[in-house]
């Protein structure tokens, strides 16, 4: 019989369209999920998937299998939800679903907190790097909460946390002369910037940015890690755009709002029905969560 981790594996696949997407979503090798969907194909007897060279697509016995597939991990969910429900909160497992930029900024305060009221409840990390792919999670199940960039349409519970401001952090020394505290990013248009690999989100938050103020932004390197980028600008590597939130306490660079200013309201998301466990974390995250941390609005002020 099909596991349940099966399942979850063939329906990540489907909704991402590509192995090695779904493999990053669910945090899994290529070669772990490519085991996962063949001893499925093995236990049914058949091939799931038209394996092409940019993509996959299902075969006739995976559209048969998709639907009933969805309704098993569906209930699976719910029964998950149901269990919580009557042996209350002081154990289980939170899984919590987040973009880099979120996790790295928002959450390490909100869960110390957590931790200290809930010593008994294991918090599980699903960091992406876009908010897409973070909503993916949560609609396949993957996830009791997401936290991070509004997911537009979410049918779930929404809780708006605030609104997020983005910050260009610039070496200590050199050019353009940062006065008041602003910058127009058009003064950076022939900079070399700290950028993010193309399929992280603030990659589009800055392409975004430097489209409306009218140029393209040239990158003098790119990083997959969030946290490299304060770090890399003040090896005077360039300026970078970051979320005010992930600015570490000693960072010894300048400072600036852009102008226009640059923000996304965050919010943490659930289902329809959260749990009693969820909703206790949500209402923590909603009274804790700083998202201009004191520091940075000292230097900004």
């Known amino acids: 019989m099909p596991t349940l981790r099966q399942l979850e594996s063939f329906l990540t696949v489907v909704d991402e369209g590509s192995f090695t997407r779904a493999a990053g979503i669910l945090g899994v090798s290529q070669p772990g999920l490519s085991q996962q969907i063949a ?136 050019p353009p002369d940062v006065r008041h505290h602003e910058i127009a990013l058009e003064r950076l248009a022939d900079a070399a910037w700290v950028q993010y690999s193309p399929s992280h989100g603030l990659a589009e938050e800055l392409d975004r940015a430097a489209r409306e103020a009218g140029f393209r932004p040239r990158a003098a390197v790119r990083t997959e890690q969030t946290a490299m980028a304060p770090l890399l600008v003040e090896a005077g590597l360039g300026p970078a755009l970051v979320p005010a939130g992930i600015v570490p306490t000693s960072f010894a660079g300048r400072i600036a709002r852009p102008v226009p200013a640059i923000t996304r309201e965050l919010a943490a998301t659930t289902g329809p029905d959260p749990d009693a466990l969820t909703s206790r974390f949500v209402a923590l995250l909603a009274r804790r969560a700083v998202l201009m941390p004191p520091h940075v609005a000292q230097r900004l002020s």
Do not use: N
């Open 39 to 174: 001893a499925l194909e093995s236990e049914l007897g058949t091939t799931l998937f038209s394996r092409l060279p940019r993509s996959v697509t299902l075969t006739p016995t995976g559209r048969a299998l998709l639907p009933h597939a969805r309704a098993a991990v569906d209930a699976a969910a719910r029964g998950t939800t149901a269990a919580r429900a009557v042996v209350g909160t002081d154990a289980g497992e939170l899984r919590i679903a987040t973009v880099y930029s979120t996790g790295l900024g928002v959450l390490p305060p909100v869960l110390t907190r957590w931790r200290a009221e809930h010593p008994d409840v294991t918090v599980r990390l699903l960091e992406h790097r876009t908010t897409e792919t973070m909503t993916t999670a949560m609609q396949a199940g993957q996830a009791d909460v997401a936290v991070g960039p509004t997911a537009p349409g979410w049918r779930g519970r929404v809780r708006v946390l605030g609104t997020e401001e983005l910050v260009v952090l610039l070496p200590a020394e050199g």
